[in-house]
């Protein structure tokens, strides 16, 4: 915690001084100030006197954390304890009324846009899509994005922010700044069912030539403060992010008595995810497709250096959840997308299952739509592509000395995902041999 402090300090005191001459900096400043006022950095949950919870089981167990040490996730309460809270529909540990905040974690090219959606579906759910898009965006202009702690820590409390349907942190990275809390500029509004339903969407049909910012519906900007009731009228939140690489940084959000977080680490076999990333983003891996054709590699170049460590950042992550600390006690799951892909409906609700969210028929109803499940929806939907072919398409397309190199640098990543390495290229083309071992991980800790 002092360290914590200690940082934040040192960054406002640089950030003070260089404000002078950026105004997107004084923003970032205002930020990092803000995590200063005692509301935002709560030291115990006594300090949340008017939660949405109320009662004398609430109050005891407020206090025996407190004497216990512990903050926030009373996870030293005993096993029968657990069920008869879960009896009482009261979730765990938490005052959120019964209110879940989902955090699905991934990667690009993880499918998370997809799996983010199973979360997007239904009256109770409100759903956001890469809400910290913005706040990467602005501080790598500012040039502040190179620090991964400040960063993560900066993540983490707007995050915070935002599952308590409170909107103004993140408004100070959007640019052009919202003015009176309304801004055009909100990173794919369009892919979050909640922000494009009434009331949220205040239709506009005066002007044709205006951009409007929904798909079915003609919207005009987007009102926060009618985003923000929308959230709290909302029984459940979800958010899909591709931006926090360090699972641990998220603790303090986790143990937010506030809160009742469940975590989605979403994994996928690297050498699929770099086979997809140089098709869709082709020319930012022009290197690598340079060296599939020399059929040479060199290891200590920057690009081979990145991919290690995203692999590497991914599976500490992973470590950490797998290892199932007190803090993250049955509110972790890792998922991989090749299992998605291949039993979209039942992962779906075993992640449901273990959100403790009911799933939806409208959940139930997109995912069939979208993934062909059934021999019935094979019928209507015939144009819809076959989940499971699409998973393994990756084997087609990545040349095998690339293959072979992510193997070497991401190979504990692979091993502990479960994704089988190939010697030859006549392997990793076979399509009647699988490269995932049936791994079931005890993720949910349940
Ligand atoms: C990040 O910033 C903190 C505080 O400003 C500093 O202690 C730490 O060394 C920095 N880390 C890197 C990698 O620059
Ligand atoms: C909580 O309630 C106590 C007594 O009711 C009061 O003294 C204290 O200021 C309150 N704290 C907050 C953060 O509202
Ligand atoms: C906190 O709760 C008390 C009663 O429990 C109430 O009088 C007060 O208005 C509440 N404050 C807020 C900010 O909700
Ligand atoms: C808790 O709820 C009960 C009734 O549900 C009410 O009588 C009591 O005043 C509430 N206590 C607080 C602290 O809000
Ligand atoms: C945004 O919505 C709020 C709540 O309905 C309203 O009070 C406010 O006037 C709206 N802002 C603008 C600029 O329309
Ligand atoms: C999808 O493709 C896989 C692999 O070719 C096949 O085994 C499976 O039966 C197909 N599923 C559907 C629903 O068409
Ligand atoms: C693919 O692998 C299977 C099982 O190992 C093998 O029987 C088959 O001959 C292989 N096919 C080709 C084209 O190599």
Not at 379 to 399: D, L, M
């Amino acid at each position: 915690m002092k360290t914590k402090h200690a940082i934040v300090f040192i960054c406002i005191v640089a950030l003070v001084i260089i404000e002078k001459e950026s105004n997107i900096l004084s923003r970032v400043s205002d930020k990092l100030i803000q995590r200063q006022t005692p509301q935002q950095t709560p030291q115990t949950p006594l300090d949340y006197n008017n939660t949405t919870q109320n009662g004398s089981l609430t109050m005891l167990k407020m206090l025996l954390s407190k004497l216990t040490g512990t903050s926030g996730n009373y996870s030293n309460l005993s096993e029968e304890d657990e069920k008869e809270e879960e009896l009482d529909g009261l979730g765990s540990y938490s005052y959120s009324g019964g209110r879940k905040h989902i955090l699905l974690l991934a990667t690009t090219r993880t499918g998370s846009s997809f799996v983010g959606e199973f979360f997007n579906q239904g009256e109770n759910m409100f759903y956001l899509f890469e809400p910290l898009w913005h706040v990467e965006r602005m501080l790598t202009m500012a040039g502040e994005a190179n620090n991964g702690t400040v960063l993560a820590g900066i993540y983490r409390d707007v995050l915070q922010a935002l599952f308590l349907c409170d909107f103004s942190p993140l408004e100070k990275f959007i640019s052009p700044p919202p003015q009176d809390h309304v801004t055009p500029a909100l990173f794919r509004r369009e892919s979050s069912v909640s922000l494009c339903e009434e009331p949220v969407c205040s239709p506009v049909i005066k002007d044709v030539f205006e951009r409007f910012h929904c798909k079915t519906r003609r919207c005009g900007p987007l009102n926060l403060t009618l985003a923000s009731e929308s959230c709290l009228s909302k029984k459940h939140f979800a958010i899909k992010t591709v931006r926090v690489h360090q699972l641990e940084a998220l603790r303090p959000l986790v143990e937010d008595p506030r809160l009742d977080v469940r975590v989605i680490q979403l994994v996928r076999d690297p050498r699929a995810i770099l086979a997809s990333r140089m098709v869709a983003f082709s020319s930012k891996y022009q290197t690598w497709k340079t060296w599939a054709q020399d059929g040479q590699v060199p290891e200590d170049d920057e690009e081979v250096k990145r991919l290690k460590g995203n692999c590497d950042h991914i599976r500490w992550s992973a470590e950490v959840g797998l290892s199932c600390p007190r803090w993250l006690r049955r509110r972790y799951m890792l998922v991989r997308y090749e299992d998605i892909a291949r039993f979209p409906m039942q992962k779906a609700e075993e992640m449901y299952r273990f959100t403790g969210i009911p799933f939806s028929p409208q959940a139930r109803e997109w995912i069939l739509r979208n993934t062909q499940t059934t021999q019935e929806a094979r019928g209507i939907y015939s144009t819809q592509k076959n989940s499971s072919e699409q998973a393994e398409k990756w084997r087609f397309s990545i040349p095998f000395t690339l293959a072979q190199v992510v193997q070497r640098v991401c190979g504990p990543t692979m091993k502990l995902f479960g994704y089988r390495f190939v010697d030859d290229e006549e392997t990793l083309t076979n399509k009647s041999i699988s490269l995932l071992e049936e791994k079931p991980f005890q993720s949910s800790n349940m």
